[in-house]
C-alpha cells in the first residue's frame, strides 16, 4: 500500500488515495501497462519495448523506481 502514500505526499498531503485501480503486476497487459512502461521510458532509464506486458523487464524497472522513492520520500 506504498504507492497510495506516496501520491498523498506528492499532491501535498491531501489525504488523496488511489481508488478503483487495478493492480498491476507479472503477468498483466493492456493499456495501463503500457502506460506504465511509458512512465518509465520517460523518466530515461527504461530502455525496453513499449508492449503492454508486464514481464521481467517491467518487474526489474518498477522495483528500482519503487525503492528509489523511498530513499528520497
Known amino acids: 500500500m506504498k504507492q497510495p502514500e ?3 505526499k506528492r499532491v501535498g498531503g491531501l489525504g488523496l488515495r488511489a481508488v478503483n485501480m487495478p493492480i498491476l503486476k507479472k503477468g ?3 493499456e495501463l501497462v503500457s502506460c506504465v512502461q ?3 521510458t520517460n523518466s530515461g532509464d527504461y530502455k525496453a519495448t ?3 506486458d508486464f514481464g521481467d523487464m517491467t518487474v526489474d524497472f518498477c522495483e528500482i ?3 528509489a522513492s523511498e530513499v528520497v520520500g
Do not use: N, Q
Open 65 to 67: 523506481v519503487t525503492k
Open 28 to 30: 498483466s497487459k493492456g
Open 6 to 8: 506516496l501520491l498523498s
Open 38 to 40: 511509458e512512465r518509465l
Open 50 to 52: 513499449i508492449d503492454g
